[in-house]
DNA sequence: TTCAGAAATGTTATCGATAACATCCGCTTT
DNA sequence: AAAGCGGATGTTATCGATAACATTTCTGAA
């Protein structure tokens, strides 16, 4: 409440409780081995002062601090941005913050500098949101000691990850478009080097073998919504193209602009299915067809696994699924 | 390079190089009185070492870390977004951490609840990208001797603020619709608490006034393409809306698709203007006319304000505004 | 009743940096 | 040649917490 002064310390709530500072420690960190009677008399102590510890003299001792380091591709794209967003929420529910550590391409040196940074501030744990496989070559330095989550990276790696299942959502998209009567089903997918792409790709691929339909060329563009139109031009000039499966919802709505220019009718002539469920999609022209990817719940497991990995030293490396959703709209309905 | 060591202290690179700790804090700090061929002895067992200082123990005595705080609504609107990456990075370079607290609402309770957990974290500097009014006023309870920089905030409030001229967006948004021919322009504005929505309303008004055109009556929505879509079924059986300005390119893109439901072509029948040029903005049906802000000039100048506010204590109130640039694409060319 | 052992609490050392002050050295000045 | 001075460096105290060990107090069994 008092401004002026310099915040208390713990040896100030000590005097007041009538203690030692080492009790005060004991009862912030619930040691067992307080008498309930002193607990409570420290606690109204620290509410009287307004007392909060100082994590910088914790991190030093400890050699931990209550900061969680993120390291993500400098990217405003819907994905990593929401993740980024929603990690943050639930970390600060945990009583962590949050340091961020953009980087703008996932290479070796970047990330290096960026883990670096984030070791000086004795970050308590390192998630990383390593999408492209240099991304994940890149991680050999960070120290076996520290925890560590992966957020759509390495599957293959061993190490704890958490994934959306990319696979079971190209899957679903492009069974739907075949159930819709499609003879097959074209794929625009994402810079192939990102986890997100090869997974979706490798649903795409298998559903249509399964089903033994002819796969078509995989075009593949960056996630912009300017290859999407230029990929689409191309497509459109194609009649025998009447299905089509894009990696993101931005690739689809340049695809439906240029679809559009050339007189090619949504879905009527060609139905479009995209892949994220961007606030935005509901209102496409059409509405779009999409895989919703359940980002909180993917930040909230890379929030409990790191945390778990916190605690126990054995921490087994443990991966997490989230299933993906189809959200049918008018881009490519039921039946066409 | 040795990973399994702890790694190495201040001592030890004095003692390696045969001087005192101080005087490699000295070196590490620039201080000038330190003999040049010492800093190079001092500087080569650094890198011998792969010695980096200890940040904790320097903000427990300095009571300053190296890291910059940020306040954001939890959002992942791509203005709040692009903006928090940008800063990250402007702050990565002048050797900055960021840490970054969400929150849902800008009420007081929230807002306390993130700046108390910035503060414990001994934060060298605040951000407060604060676009109600509601934030402004609850940030009373920051410290003055805390550097702090608004990016949207109350331009009246006197604190530093780096803000993005709205007025001179609107303005230019509204100017050139009335130059295109259209007899007035409505507009669709954000919610009215955000002061990007007030100056955005302002430069409006204004225009039309100066104009002497009629001021039809103000449309307000939050931020997402489901109300511009609501608001322009609206719009859309009303013969006599020929222009329309939306306060960003979501609500614009639900009124697309509204017109184009009920049969009215843009720009044919009806011209539309956007605000924000999100990238996706060139791929719309048909591509946006907007106004593009420069987020990432605003966050360089935040981070400049910040860091000279740290470095004199006379942190004199300054203001910074950035100015827009409207972009103009098919949905309100020049001429109808 | 006494004593062992556990529970409760206190004392002192420590983390790794900066701040404040002390010292040493070489040079100018008189 | 002695005093004075400032540049270069070293010594010691300090920030605010936890760790390790020491001590006191309580409890229950012999």
Redesign the pocket.
């Given at each position: 409440m008092d401004k002026g002064s310099?915040?208390p310390?713990?040896?100030d709530?000590?005097r007041l409780a009538?203690?030692?500072?080492?009790?005060?420690?004991?009862v912030?960190?619930d040691?067992?081995?307080?008498?309930?009677?002193?607990?409570i008399r420290v606690r109204a102590a620290i509410a009287e002062l307004g007392?909060?510890?100082?994590r910088?003299?914790?991190a030093?001792?400890?050699?931990r601090s209550q900061l969680i380091g993120v390291v993500a591709r400098n990217s405003t794209l819907f994905g990593p941005a929401t993740m980024l967003s929603e990690f943050e929420q639930a970390a600060a529910d945990a009583g962590f913050a949050v340091s961020v550590g953009s980087v703008h391409e996932l290479d070796r040196s970047s990330i290096s500098a960026v883990v670096d940074r984030h070791l000086d501030q004795r970050v308590a744990g390192l998630v990383v949101i390593a999408n492209t496989a240099s991304a994940t070559e890149a991680l050999a330095e960070i120290p076996g000691d520290l925890p560590v989550v992966f957020i759509d990276g390495d599957p293959d790696s061993g190490r704890p990850l958490v994934t959306v299942d990319q696979v079971a959502g190209a899957r679903a998209a492009t069974r739907h478009l075949l159930d819709a009567g499609h003879e097959t089903v074209w794929h625009v997918s994402g810079p192939t080097d990102w986890f997100d792409s090869a997974g979706r790709i490798q649903g795409w691929r298998q559903t249509l073998e399964e089903a033994g339909a002819e796969v078509p060329p995989l075009l593949s563009a960056d996630w912009s919504a300017a290859e999407g139109y230029r990929t689409g031009q191309m497509l459109a000039r194609m009649p025998e193209v009447t299905a089509i499966f894009t990696a993101n919802d931005h690739l689809a709505l340049g695809i439906l602009r240029a679809l559009h220019e050339r007189g090619r009718r949504v879905p009527h002539d060609v139905s479009v299915v995209g892949f994220d469920d961007v606030p935005e999609a509901a209102y496409f022209i059409p509405p779009l067809t999409t895989v919703r990817q359940a980002f909180g719940d993917v930040a909230r497991a890379a929030l409990s696994l790191l945390l778990g990995q916190m605690r126990d030293e054995n921490g087994t490396a443990n991966q997490i699924v989230v299933p993906p959703q189809l959200i049918v709209r008018e881009s490519a309905p039921r039946r066409v």
């Open positions: 310099r915040s310390a713990m040896t709530v000590a009538g203690v030692s500072h080492q009790t005060v420690s004991r912030l960190n040691h067992p081995n307080v008498k309930e009677q002193t607990r007392y909060r510890p100082n910088a003299a914790r030093l001792v400890t050699g």
